[in-house]
């Protein structure tokens, strides 16, 4: 089993409201179509979620506000997630798309895509808001994925992200920053774009312990989706993450 975390600052621009990229998610689809393993997708909010969460204070406590935030945000994100589904379905993809909101009452529930992918169907989730006892809760792709690697101990996770993968140093301020092909144990970030769901070294620590569970995790640039096919290759271009 293979699963994908496309990134929201891949498919969407996260600084304008509501643009997705669609050649980008095209081009991802096609790669996709391509691999003929059990996949589970998962998607980023991007423009489609962070934006409006802040605004309105999600996450937050139960009230008039984040009720109406949590309205907001959701129906966004599912304006997202039919555009990717429909860039998947052009390329031949088949899936079954699964909404937290609608699966989370209060706790993170997967017994329906444990369901359905026993039952081998591909399946799409994203990042998305969702209810519990006294808040309205966000819920980021990346820990989806983390649950979901725990729950079915894929073969691969793959995080496609807006950066080649791990550098030395911050290569948005450093220049000669250094990719590194693999990263054990912690490393420091400084400060890139943090946001709702904790940024990027929010992500990384996502990524570590994810990498206990899967055969292999793979952070590479969403916007080279070709480059899926080439890891474990001499040419991949991206950082496996752990210590396998
Ligand atoms: C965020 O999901 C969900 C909301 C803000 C509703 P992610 O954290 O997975 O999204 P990206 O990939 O950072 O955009």
Redo the contacts with the bound molecule.
Sequence with gaps: MLIIKV???VI?D?SKYLAFRNPVMDRIAEVLSHIREQMIIVH???SF??LK?KEFDLPGRISERTLQGMNI?HTD?IRLNNEVLQRLRSHGLNVSSLTPFSLFNGRRNYSLMRRLISLGVNTVSH???YVTRESVN?????TIVRDLARLFRPRRVVFMSDVDGVYDRDPKKIRNAHLLRTVNGHVTVDGVNN???GGMRGKLNAMFEISRYAGETVLMNGFHPERLNQIGTERFIGTIIGTK
């Design positions: 990134g929201g600052s969407t996260k980023g909010a991007g979620g962070h969460a945000v994100v990042g998305d808001v966000i819920i980021s792709g990346d946001d709702v769901t």
